[in-house]
């Protein structure tokens, strides 16, 4: 019971931030018709030529008329098939440019965040930059479980590799490995916060600092639960080649009889937050340092 208890612990602690045009104006061309005007002749002997001229004329106004309402309908109905189809090639354009950019965003994402691997008893993260060797009597969670602890289904890892990246990358927190002591429980998890996920620029806002006051802060609201911690100063320190820091917790839960310690290695890898957290277990003697000299 208690084994399983320091694994429960290990999950409670991650840390959770959630709860932390212009329009254009088109002018419409109006055309005024032409008005005909002729003159009239007072001579009686030319009358006959004026009517005939301005009958000529009459005729020749009313063609010209007819001939503008052609072109003008000619021109609304080019016109129209010329916004339509602007229209048309604009929302295709529209269509294929943001299909366009939800494929660059869902590649960027895969891009930055890779699952590590477990062969025989050694875990290693190209993208983290870890390699943990398993002491006797660890066993790690397989893929499956590993999954399941994200609420994320097992036949992922059967389907399309893209499919599960896109889904790991909606994850706030992305599990990539667990290892437990079967004797003794004591546990070494190692996960990542995709800090983008919890918003827009988060990742701007939050460095290693921060992210431990957050972490105080989610502990501190563990004390309605019965338990109470202590900590350590927090601490710069080469870890597996690179800068972390480090800061120890311990925890104490009197209905229980229980107290246990984990140690936090924490450093910010792009948009994500590298974490290792190692507990100690009910029935070990309680030092971890064994399990830090199992990294490299």
Known sequence: MKKKLALLLSMLMVCSFASCGSSDNEEDDDTDGESISSSVDDDESSEADEE?????????????EESENETSESSDESSEDTDSSSENESS????E?????????????????????????VYTSSFGNLTFTAPDNYVFYSDEEILDLMDLGAELLYDDASELYAELAQQTTIYDMVAQDSETGDNVIIMYENLEAYGSGIADLYDVDTYIEALDTQMESLASSG???????????????QDFVKTEYTFTMESYDYTTSQVYYITKNG??????????????????????????
């Not at 295709?92 to 269509?95: A, I, R, V």
């Not at 994500?272 to 507990?279: K, P, Q, R």
């Open 92 to 95: 295709e354009s529209s269509d």
């Open 271 to 296: 948009d994500y937050m590298t974490v290792i957290i190692l507990s100690a277990g009910a029935y070990g003697d309680g030092d971890l340092s064994a399990l830090e000299s199992c990294f490299s």
């Open 97 to 121: 440019s943001s299909e366009d950019e939800d494929s660059s965003s869902d590649n960027e994402a895969l891009s930055d965040f890779v699952m590590g691997t477990v062969e025989d008893n």
């Open 227 to 241: 338990m109470t911690f202590t900590k350590t100063d927090a601490a710069d320190v080469t870890f597996c080649g």
């Open 52 to 64: 005939s001229e301005e009958s000529a004329e009459l005729e020749s106004s009313d063609d010209t």
